[in-house]
Structures are given as structure tokens and as C-alpha cells.
């Protein structure tokens, strides 16, 4: 932190920080409700699916893909949150196949009560993370509010034939997860104090860690579908996959990479309440193992920010896909597989 007093940035969260989105369930009705829109033969991909942005296409060879993402401090440290709100944002671009472009800051922030540089730190840290994904920064907006909330509205290129969505999902892929899960009960631990410097620290830098690498490296393979893994947690953005692609989808829990302490913090009490509702979101259409216990179950739908990607991948090709992602630096762990049986539906063994 550059300014000259330490703040617990955190607590001027009134959620506690988690990032969580509105339930999935919630967004569905409110979605429901909407007046029917004439279709546009150029809208690719639009509020119909559960993908993470919009494509729209301007050509026989270019669409636009575009995402918007924001939420309330979930590290004290202003420069740290910055980054980790720019790296989530940029994701959904990854996550669709594209190539990020161009971004808009999105702010509201309670100027007259927390000391401006705050506020320069967290728009320095979006603006490396930027940098650092080869973005450029074309504006924004901001806003008054008493709660602090930062995010990017971003725009990326891609090939029409080449979008990736999360419905495309074929029975006999493999899936790869490209981060550790638990982010959501570890900054909630936050919170609390109940996580040294160095945990913290380990947890900002799985956060603000781009998934440009990882999309990179996938690109040349036969990846049928792709999401990455946010709000609504593993088995949300799982279930949304398996639902979409009309396959059944199988993960092996013991091989979900898990953040440390994760569990002990969990057994302490420290679930955020998103992870709750997600657990209860999933629970009709998810058979957990008979020996995983309620904290593994929640572990599993915990809320992330700025998770990994979750892709589908040709099986045949999941073993040395998984070898060059690891060789990147990426910490990938192949987690499941879909298959024919129970469409739509996800067993965990």
C-alpha cells in the first residue's frame, strides 16, 4: 500500500466480501420476467445461456465478446484488490476463446470518508493487471457510495467459428480445472484475521493470477466448451456446463485441487453465505459421495473470485493438454469427465 494509513478495506464491505453474484436461481426469474426481444441473427450468444459474455458478430471472420464484472473489497490491501478485480473481469474473455481488448473502470467509492489514494492504489493495480493482459483502459465511470465496488467492463475479438461456450460440452471429454478452489471461506477468513500475511497473500495471488496462460495454452486442442469458475462456485459453473451441453458430468473429489486450511477455516465456521446458497442451488441435481461430509459439499460450491477455467476437453488429448498447462506455470488438475449417463446431472465419487 502506497498511502501512509493502513485501512481494513474489507469492512467496508456490508456482504463480507466474497464477490458473490445474486443466486443463479434469483437472476433466472428476474431474467424470466423481461418483455421478449426480436432475435438478431448477429447475436451470437446473448442473456439466454449461462456463458460468461455476450458475442456479437460484426463480420464473416470478427464478433465482439463483451463481459462486465464488479463487486466490494474482498483483500484490505487497495493496490491487491485492483488487480484481483481487473484478473476477474478479463477471465470471462478468456473463457469464451477471445482475445481481450479494450476495458472501462467501474467505480463507486465513498470519497469523502476514505482517503483518495485508496482509490488511486485499487486504479493502479487494474491498470497493471491491464497492462499485463495487453488490455487497453478507454474510460469509465464513477460514482458516489458509500460501500466501495471496483470492476471492468470489457471488450474482446474472436472469431465467429471459434467461440467457446459452456454448452458444448461431448460425452468422453475430460475436464481441467486451472486454480484451486476455496477462495470464498479463505477471504472470508480474511475478514476475521484468521489468515497470516503469507496466506493472504497466497490466496491474492491465485485472485489476481490471469487465465491468459491457460487460454493460451488450450488453444490449439479440442476444447468443446469452456467457463470459468466464479460466483456460483465448481459444481454452479459445472452444473451450468453439464445442463447446457446435455451431458452428465462426473468429478473426482479427491482430485479438485483445494487451497490450504481451506477445510480447517470451514469447520471453524467461516462459509460465506453464498457458498450456502449455492450448495442449495445444486444440491437437487448433484449426488455427492456417501463419504463426503457437509464441509466437503460446501467446499465444492464454494463461491470463488477470479477462479480458474473449467474446459472441456477431447479425452484423447487431456493428458498432454494438462502436461503443457502444468509446464506453463498453470496449477491444472484434471478433476472429471463427462459422460452419457444422467444428463444434466452431476455424481461425485
Known sequence: MTHTEKIKLTSYSTKGGCGCKIGPGDLSQVIRSLPTRAANPNLLVGIDTSDDAGVYK???????????????????????????????????????????????????????????????????????????????????????????????AVTGLIHPDKVRTNAGSQPGDKLILTKPIGVGILTTSIKKDKLSEDEVARVTAVMATLNKTAAETMEPYDIHACTDVTGFGLMGHSLEMAKGSGVGIRIYADKVPVLPRVRELAEEGFVPGGTKNNFAHVQDSVTFAEGLDQIGQWILCDAVTSGGLLISVAGSQAEELLDNLKQAGVEAECIGETVTEHPGRIVVI
Open 58 to 152: 460484426l463480420s464473416d471472420d470478427l464478433a465482439l465478446v463483451q463481459t462486465v464484472d464488479f463487486f466490494t473489497p474482498i483483500v484490505d490491501d487497495p493496490y491487491a484488490f485492483g488487480q484481483v478485480a481487473a484478473a476477474n473481469a478479463i477471465s470471462d474473455i478468456y473463457a469464451m476463446g477471445g482475445k481481450p481488448l479494450t476495458a472501462l473502470n467501474i467505480v463507486a467509492f465513498p470519497i469523502k470518508t476514505l482517503d483518495k489514494q485508496v482509490l488511486a492504489d485499487i486504479l493502479r493495480g487494474a491498470g497493471d493487471k491491464m497492462q499485463e493482459a495487453g488490455v487497453t483502459l478507454v474510460g469509465g465511470h464513477s460514482i458516489d457510495d458509500n460501500e466501495p465496488k471496483f470492476g471492468l
